[in-house]
């Protein structure tokens, strides 16, 4: 098969085609991450978008699914510079060509990828169309019109999708947390899961007398796809509990938490996607080297007279990277904590400190 990509911008290339033959569209963005194509392909964050890795080679240790972040793989496209098909990892079951075929998802490889990750640093991120086939099947689509003809992510709704179809509870000892499910990824579960907390997972619609059901100790707002402005009802969540319960939030729930007591977000030129994000403290003084997806980010200016403290910037560009607010009980942070794949360094910091705040609150007046 072959792989034949165009962009919004005119440029067209072609490739060797792997995976499930089709043709998809999404938002072209790259990551940096060396390694960890496991997680990235199953982060829901990705919905919407086409992942191209930067790191020329991906496959080598295949799939095994122990790494998983969710189900399915999210993004609509694997995009890289060259597949290995033979892994020899002990925990290898599947090779990364089989596991697109199986998720029927289209990839190319054998292309400039690092052409293709300077226009997109240099132009931003663009609509992209993916045709994967037969050379007389796909060669003489216009994939260049078709990808201009797709509608901005900012005008999908994204969440419907990622969303848990239902609510669920993760049973633990501890403070109870009703978890917004925005699109979440398995290790944020998990390190609140080892954690000890009680976990209410509810959907990304859920109403506000959903979430007062299951008498929480803490509202967390999830990771997820898409521009927070279109999560209408996380955003009414967070303006209802502000100053009842403490909040958290990782990624899309902290674009959401500044939204809801009057912050703006922007989209940024082409995202922060990868293992190696500089964050600085601004209390402690310190950089920790974080794991990133996100494409918007909240406007610096904005948080003035909100109620919220800008605590930690990006080293790289001054974005915001974290929120607090020590009157309304806010945490938040902008890169995922969790990692997975990318460096632990902030996971104890920011989810013990959040077990900390609400066992002193558990103690004082229970439930």
């Not at 009802?233 to 209802?240: D, P, T, W, Y």
């Not at 909040?247 to 007591?261: K, P, R, T, V, W």
């Not at 703006?264 to 994000?277: A, C, D, P, R, V």
Request: proline content about 6%.
């Amino acid at each position: 098969m072959i792989g034949v990509l165009g962009l919004e911008d005119g440029t067209k290339v072609i490739g060797t085609g792997f995976g499930a033959p089709g043709v998809v569209s999404g938002e072209l963005v790259f990551t940096t991450i060396m390694s960890g194509y496991e997680e990235a392909l199953t982060d829901p964050s990705y919905h919407g978008q086409m992942l191209m890795f930067t790191y020329p080679l991906q496959g080598n240790y295949g799939v095994s699914g122990d790494d998983f972040q969710s189900d399915q793989m999210w993004p609509k496209a694997m995009v890289c510079r060259e597949v290995w098909d033979l892994p020899t990892h002990f925990r290898s079951g599947r090779t990364i060509d089989r596991y697109l075929k199986d998720e029927g998802r289209p990839g190319i490889c054998g292309v400039d990828t690092r052409m293709l990750t300077l226009k997109v640093r240099t132009q931003g991120c663009m609509r992209a169309t993916l045709a994967v086939g037969e050379p007389e099947e796909v060669s003489g689509l216009d994939v260049v019109q078709m990808a201009r003809s797709q509608p901005d992510i900012s005008a999908q709704d994204l969440l419907g999708d990622v969303t848990c179809k239902g609510p669920y509870r993760i049973p633990g000892k501890g403070p109870r947390v009703a978890m917004i499910d925005l699109g979440i990824k398995r290790n944020i579960l998990r390190s609140l899961e080892a954690r000890d907390f009680d976990i209410q997972v509810l959907s990304a619609h859920s109403t506000i007398s959903d979430i007062e059901a299951t008498e929480p100790d803490a509202l967390f707002l999830s990771n997820g796809p898409g521009d927070p402005e279109r999560a209408y009802k996380a955003i009414e969540a967070v303006k209802h509990f502000a100053g009842q319960v403490p909040i958290f939030g990782i990624c899309l729930g902290h674009q959401i938490i500044s939204l809801a007591l009057g912050g703006e977000t922007f989209k940024l030129k082409f995202g922060h996607h990868g293992g190696n994000q500089p964050v600085k403290d601004l209390a402690k003084g310190i950089v920790y080297i974080t794991s990133q997806n996100h494409n918007f980010a909240v406007v610096p200016g904005s948080v003035e007279g909100t109620g919220l403290e800008i605590t930690q910037l990006n080293a790289n560009d001054g974005t915001v990277e974290g929120i607090k607010s020590d009157r309304l009980k806010i945490s938040a942070v902008q890169y995922h904590p969790e990692a997975h794949p990318g460096p632990l360094c902030t996971e104890d910091p920011f989810f013990s400190s959040m077990k900390r705040s609400l066992k002193r609150k558990v103690t004082a007046g229970g439930r």
